[in-house]
Nanobody, 116 residues
């Protein structure tokens, strides 16, 4: 059974930083593209970033490019998302997703709230 557990969300001021983590189990983590998506209140799922299985190729939504950094540690089955220069529009529930489809298997999410 695929399990994904996100953590690291919280309250941050505009301009602040957070680091999200996602631990995967029940599948071969090192062989999968992994994706971060987010969902703001009343909105649909938004693709944020993904990373190839080896960690050598990454891609970002224009809205987060230059501010967020995706990475992974395959030895620890862990996916990360470093969030810097946070903006109020970044407020959302953040999910890690197995694979490339934003509707793929995901965890319960971790809430990021950006507010002064």
């Amino acid at each position: 059974e695929v399990q994904l557990v996100e953590s690291g969300g919280g309250l941050a001021p505009p301009g602040g930083s957070l680091r999200l983590s996602c631990v995967g189990s029940g599948f071969s983590f090192r062989d999968e593209v992994m994706t971060w998506v987010r969902q703001a209140p009343g909105q649909g799922l938004e693709w944020v970033s993904n990373i190839r299985s080896g960690g050598d190729v990454t891609d970002y939504a224009n809205s987060v490019k230059g501010r967020f950094t995706i990475s992974r540690d395959n030895a620890q089955n862990t996916l990360y998302l470093q969030l810097n220069s946070l903006k109020t529009v970044d407020t959302a529930m953040y999910y890690c997703v197995k694979g490339t489809a934003i509707t793929g298997p995901r965890g319960q999410g971790t809430q990021v709230t950006v507010s002064s």
